[in-house]
């Protein structure tokens, strides 16, 4: 995946060069060099360019003061805010220039005004921006004359793959499941975590069915075999980054969601913090600590509350925040106990274009209230964006030795195992000999064991082992590399060796009894590596030689980690329970024993068999269709042992498989298969293992029945709309078969008339008549299958809610002659381009057509052969509203600044200057408007001039365009808002027909136009 190249990008102390992977595929690789992050400007007014992911500047604990964040990556819903040092004047020409690796992306003109001095640019879509994709970003920033410029980088990081499963729970002899919440349980996911929108893929699995007593969720052995099982659905791939179990309500103690690290985290559905959740639990497998009383905290990465105590979420010891700068929620007022988010860090919620006021870091307990009270606070941030993208940059979070003045060595980066910092670590091989890991230490060494001797030169630096003394892992080098890389956070699926996977559970006497164990194929970084626990797992030959060891501990997987709901107060998680355990040794051939030892004590013993059972299923046939409910025989030959445990799969191809149970035992299994996607080629592996040898059968292969798409928009039934308001209904649709459907062409039904095929669906009530209106969206998945949904809404009769002093009857008049526009962001000011698509929406759509149209063709200098060339339009920079704007300088009606034009008989060719995102003033609008009449009057084509004011003033006066209210009155130099511009549009739509075609003004009143709707 990612170019791998050791000794030229860990080398170096600097940042590591990025390859960017899968931006152009075309080009099979770019090197991006980050930039400097800087801010310049020829104006002391313009405080700050503001690039917001989340957040736009950070809270320094050491300090007590706020930075400029500047780590961010691509192809995220991403703001820009610009900061200004007095109230923003209204007139002000501004737009925003975004340039990537020094070429332009977007020009944006349309922009918020937030509590009067700070301006927001939010594209409307991320293609405006061409995604965001990786690279240093320039933005320049342009009020009149002053400008200032950003810079700073976007970097490439690793995609999510977030398996989520409701779960059937056992709740003291009580049975539940999870309604369809937890369906769209991704929502902060995506928003908080430093991944890509397009890169956190969702994945809807089946039901797990835990009722069984032995999954009590209300029991510490209960929830910790829940975990377990979640673990259990990683895929032979481990293509999950991480497996979200959703239970349908809190656990007794009142836990909202645990974890026991790892892969797995389980999540309350009920109440209104499970999306707070999903984020919490899954922060604490990148070993984010609590920020609750008693919880698991993590004074290092993100310092809870100064004072707070809890234990350490590392060794499991008592600890408590030392950063007297943090503070908790509760201590200002806020019901959860998390460290504050200022608001001077502006916490900006980019998918949901919402501006957030004063939050509490998501590791807060819940407080069954609202997920949106708590935010991420910049070191969680910083942690996982180093998590996700490999990136080292960033000083903010204090822990970086690099920080130190010391000299940054070759093997410098982050521990996969513990996410701590990894600085010049002890490295290792493993002896050849007699299989224990031998410290390199100089030119040649010898095995401490063994006594064997090696040589620096031999060592092969794919078995090369970095030992952090911070967690106790051995670290396997190419894993680490590409870690640090912002390549994977999984361990690499590549079956290079046969491993042996040993399961089982400690009692509290220290007594250990075995689960069932399997063997497979798997990367050399799967087995376990620490370099010393208490305990160890030997593999040994027939002779009694040492093929493998692996040392472990019994304690550090068997912290919970939770989170607790508000009510409830803190729970107890402490009984004495079993540990389970989980390592995996290297099983060569002639393994012959596996030994367990408690330091130097055996405590275990299993005679490894040298035969793997054959199985082979039985009863299916190729191409058989399949029921949901289909009972799958086996038969086993060759046996060398009589237990046998089985584990069976599902699979739709070699990438798409899912666990459909494990464990098993006896010959067959009744398999519910309604949870999982359909297919005409599928098949069911299963494998069957003996404690120490697996062996595969594979099914011929059948076909499941198809599941329908899911559609998961809601919008409340009976749901009122005003006039003003826009409706628009996104697709949120899970198909188990094809995914996420979101830019799907879904077929859209109004009372049950045909509408449109878009990826979302947009009305304006006034187009619609008063009353119950039905919304039909229907889609269909790649295998043929449909679904709709009805979206009931109702329109309320026809009362303009329009600031007071508006033209009502002028501007209901225009909407109902078939001028269609958004009726918001009124305020702001209108460019040359929306003005001339405003002008002519209503050309377009009405009767303006016609009568333009009647005017005879050979009377036009520059005929509609005219084409035309913005020489200010970048080819990277199509807007597709250039149509109206050509066609409104086709017409004369608009000027094109220093234009050249050559004739070529049959047309003309036109260059010049349009300034698209140049203001519309009072003059020019109304020289326009004036032009458009006359031409009307006259029959006529025109060449665009400048005219004298007095030329057109009066009679724009006297037709009623202009009048000497305040609202509407004659500023030239003013520049034009939409909402001016509506207004002004309408009187001109009014004038034209009455006075041009003549109607009578009875026929133009409202009650009249929609009488007939
Ligand atoms: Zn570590
Ligand atoms: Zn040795
Ligand atoms: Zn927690």
């Given at each position: ?11 170096s ?5 990025v ?16 930039g ?13 360019i ?7 500047y ?28 007095e ?10 220039a ?7 992306v ?23 921006v ?31 793959k ?7 729970g056992h709740?003291?002899?009580d ?10 349980g ?11 929108r397009?890169d ?16 009590d969720?209300?029991?510490k ?8 099982e ?7 791939n ?7 179990g959703?239970m ?11 974890t ?18 999903v984020v ?5 497998c990148?070993k984010?600590g609590?920020?609750y ?9 993100n310092?809870?509350?100064y004072g ?6 590392v060794?499991?010891e ?5 950063k007297e700068?943090v503070?908790?929620?509760d ?8 460290s504050?988010?200022?608001?001077a860090?502006r916490?900006?919620?980019p ?12 590791m ?16 969680i ?6 998590v ?19 000299e ?9 195992e ?6 010049d670590?002890?490295?290792?091989i ?16 010898n095995?401490?064991d063994?006594g064997?001797?090696?040589n ?11 030992y952090?003394?911070a ?33 089982g ?15 497979y194929?798997?990367?050399i970084?799967?087995v376990?590596?620490?370099?010393d ?9 027939g002779?009694?030689a ?11 997987d068997s ?5 607790e ?8 998680d ?24 408690r330091?130097e004590?055996?405590i275990?013993v ?6 793997a059972?054959?199985?082979a ?7 058989q269709?399949l029921?949901?409910h ?13 237990e ?26 009744n ?23 697996t062996?595969?059968?594979?099914s011929?292969?059948v076909?499941v ?29 899970y ?5 996420w459907?979101w830019?799907r062409?879904?077929?859209?039904y109004?009372?049950?008339?045909y509408?449109s095929?878009y ?6 009530p006034?187009?619609m ?5 039905t ?12 679904s ?6 109702e ?11 508006w ?12 001028y269609?526009?958004?009726l918001?962001?009124?305020?702001s ?16 759509e009405?009767?303006m ?6 005017i ?9 052969e005219?084409?035309?060339e ?7 920079i199509?807007d597709?509203d ?24 049959d047309?003309i ?28 009057r006259?029959?006529?084509y ?9 030329e057109?003033l ?23 808002s939409?909402?001016?511009t509506m207004?002004?549009?309408a ?24 009488g007939?709707?």
């Amino acid at each position: 995946m990612l170019q791998k190249d050791p000794d030229s990008d860990m080398d170096s102390g600097d940042d590591p060069p990025v390859v960017v992977n899968g931006d152009d595929p075309g080009d099979g690789g770019v090197v991006f060099e980050p930039g400097e992050d800087s801010f310049t400007t020829n104006d002391p007014k313009i405080k700050m360019i503001e690039v917001n992911q989340g957040l736009s500047y950070g809270y320094n604990t050491n300090t007590g003061n706020f930075y400029l964040l500047s780590n961010f990556v691509a192809g995220k819903e991403t703001a820009i805010f610009i900061d200004l040092d007095e109230p923003f004047d209204p007139r002000a020409d501004v737009k925003l220039a975004i340039e990537k690796n020094e070429e332009p992306v977007a020009m944006l003109t349309s922009y918020d005004v937030i509590d009067d001095n700070t301006l927001l640019f939010h594209p409307r879509d991320i293609l405006e921006v061409d995604n965001w994709g990786q690279g240093a970003y320039t933005f320049t920033f342009m009020m009149d004359d002053s400008v200032a410029v950003r810079t700073t980088n976007f970097h490439k990081s690793t995609p999510m793959k977030v398996l989520a499963v409701p779960i059937k729970g056992h709740y003291t002899n009580d049975v539940r499941s999870c309604g369809d919440d937890w369906k769209l349980g991704s929502t902060m996911l995506s928003a908080l975590f430093p991944v890509a929108r397009a890169d956190v893929e969702y994945v809807l699995g089946p039901e797990q069915d835990f009722s069984d007593r032995e999954y009590d969720l209300n029991t510490k052995p209960g929830r910790k075999k829940v975990w377990q099982e979640l673990c259990a659905l990683q895929t032979p791939n481990n293509d999950y980054t991480m497996i979200v179990g959703f239970m349908p309500t809190p656990t007794i103690e009142g836990y909202l969601g645990y974890t026991y690290g790892g892969e797995a985290t389980v999540v309350c559905e009920s109440g209104d913090d499970m999306l707070s959740t999903v984020v919490h639990e899954i922060a604490h497998c990148y070993k984010i600590g609590d920020e609750y009383k008693n919880g698991s905290i993590n004074d290092i990465l993100n310092p809870p509350p100064y004072g707070m105590k809890g234990k350490d979420i590392v060794t499991g010891e008592p600890s408590e925040g030392t950063k007297e700068h943090v503070i908790g929620g509760d201590s200002v007022g806020l019901k959860s106990s998390g460290s504050v988010i200022y608001p001077a860090q502006r916490a900006y919620w980019p998918e949901g274009r919402q501006v957030l006021g004063t939050k509490t870091s998501y590791m807060s307990s819940g407080t069954g209230e609202d997920s949106f009270m708590f935010w991420t606070t910049s070191d969680i941030w910083n942690h996982l964006f180093k998590v996700f993208t490999g990136q080292m940059t960033g000083k903010e979070v204090g822990y970086d030795p690099a920080d130190d003045g010391s000299e940054p060595g070759k093997y410098r980066g982050r521990c996969f195992e513990c996410f701590g910092e990894v600085f010049d670590p002890d490295r290792y091989i493993e002896c050849t000999k007699c299989a224990k890991m031998v410290k390199i230490s100089g030119d040649t060494f010898n095995c401490s064991d063994c006594g064997s001797s090696f040589n620096e030169r031999d060592v092969d630096e794919n078995d090369l082992w970095l030992y952090h003394s911070a967690c106790g892992y051995l670290l396997n080098y190419p894993k680490f590399v590409e870690h640090n890389q912002g390549g994977s956070n999984r361990t690499s699926g590549d079956g290079e060796i046969t491993v042996l996977e040993i399961r089982g559970n400690f009692s509290p006497t220290g007594a250990f009894s075995a689960e069932p164990w399997y063997s497979y194929k798997a990367g050399i970084a799967t087995v376990t590596a620490t370099r010393d626990g208490e305990y160890s797992a030997s593999v040994f030959d027939g002779n009694g030689a040492r093929l493998s060891i692996v040392f472990f501990n019994a304690n550090d997987d068997s912290q919970i980690n939770t989170r607790e709901g508000y009510k409830w107060g803190a729970g107890e998680d402490d009984e004495d329970t079993d540990i389970p355990i989980k390592v995996i040794v290297r099983y060569p051939e002639n393994a012959a024993k596996v030994v367990i030892h408690r330091g130097e004590e055996e405590i275990y013993v299993r005679n490894l068999t040298t035969k793997a059972p054959q199985v082979a299923f039985t009863g299916l046939t190729e191409g058989q269709k399949l029921d949901n409910h289909t009972t799958l025989t086996w038969v086993v030959s060759d046996a060398d042992a009589n237990e046998l445990t089985y584990r069976i799969w599902y699979y739709r191809s070699n990438e798409d498989m899912y666990l459909v149970a494990s464990d098993v035992t006896g010959s067959s299994y009744n398999a519910d298969l309604t949870g999982y996607p359909g297919g005409e080629q599928c098949w069911f592996l299963i494998q069957a293992s003996d404690g120490s040898r697996t062996s595969e059968g594979k099914s011929p292969k059948v076909s499941v029945p198809y599941r329908a798409p899911d559609i998961l928009n809601y919008l409340p039934d009976g749901t009122q709309y005003k006039l003003t308001d826009m409706i628009e209904i996104h697709g949120k649709v899970y198909d188990a078969q094809d995914g996420w459907l979101w830019s799907r062409e879904y077929t859209w039904y109004v009372d049950g008339q045909y509408d449109s095929d878009y990826a979302f669906f947009t009305v304006w009530p006034y187009t619609m008549a008063p009353g119950i209106h039905t919304i039909t969206m229907e889609v269909t998945n790649s295998a043929g299958v449909s679904s709709t949904k009805d979206f009931v809404i109702e329109v309320l009769e026809y009362d303009l809610d329009l600031p007071d002093p508006w033209p009502k009857r002028e501007i209901t008049v225009a909407l109902g002659r078939g001028y269609y526009q958004p009726l918001d962001k009124l305020n702001s000011p209108i460019t040359r381009i929306e003005f001339a698509k405003m002008m002519f929406s209503f050309y377009l759509e009405g009767e303006m057509l016609s009568w333009l149209e009647d005017i005879p063709f050979d009377a036009d200098p520059y005929n509609m052969e005219m084409f035309i060339e913005f020489s200010d339009l970048s080819n990277d920079i199509i807007d597709p509203d250039c149509a109206y704007a050509m066609r409104m300088i086709q017409l004369g009606l608009m000027e094109l600044k220093n234009a050249t034009y050559e004739d070529y008989g049959d047309f003309i060719m036109a260059y010049g200057d349009f300034d698209p995102h140049g203001l519309v003033t009072e003059r020019e609008a109304m020289q326009i408007m004036y032009m458009a009449i006359e031409l009307g009057r006259t029959q006529t084509y025109t060449t665009y001039e400048v005219l004298d004011e007095s030329e057109f003033l009066p009679y724009i006066k006297e037709w009623g365009l202009l009048d000497e209210t305040g609202l509407n009155s004659y500023n030239p130099g003013e520049r034009m808002s939409k909402g001016l511009t509506m207004v002004r549009i309408a009187r001109f739509i009014i004038y034209v027909h009455e006075t041009i075609y003549g109607l009578d003004p009875d026929l133009l009143d409202p009650e009249y136009i929609y009488g007939y709707d």
